[in-house]
């Protein structure tokens, strides 16, 4: 195991790198999941009717809905836990970032990366229903 100091860009490049590749696979593994189960239950359903528009209930629009229908085995909110997990990994990149700058004592892209990181999550949880 490496000590603080002893690592270098290219570990955190290699760490990065990792986690964007493996968070876009697991991510798209949950949704493809879903999109296998929502298939099986409602495959053979009839086409629904667009004429008028009908919003959707919490269980979709909420975290907390999604992570509990997810758990109940439901396959819409396993779907929707498969688009959280890939908005989550570039948020995973910057604060991976943010470390690594921090463990490097380089404040200006500490500064940089903490105001790119906090446009994200603004950006993200400022819409939320509370």
Do not use: N, W
């Amino acid at each position: 195991m490496k000590k603080i100091s002893e690592i270098k860009d290219k570990d955190v490049d290699l760490l990065v790198a990792y986690l964007l590749r493996y968070g876009v696979l697991l991510a798209s593994g949950i949704a493809l999941l879903g999109g296998i189960i929502y298939l099986i239950q409602h495959g053979q359903e009839a086409i629904p009717d667009y004429t008028f528009f009908h919003g959707e209930e919490d269980g979709y629009t909420t975290y907390r809905g999604i992570v509990e229908g997810a758990l109940t085995g439901s396959a819409r909110e396993i779907i929707q836990l498969g688009v959280l997990a890939l908005i989550a990994t570039p948020i995973l990149r910057v604060f991976c970032s943010l470390i690594a700058f921090a463990l490097e004592r380089d404040k200006m892209y500490v500064l940089i990366t903490l105001i790119v990181l906090s446009v994200m999550l603004t950006s993200i949880f400022g819409g939320l229903k509370v």
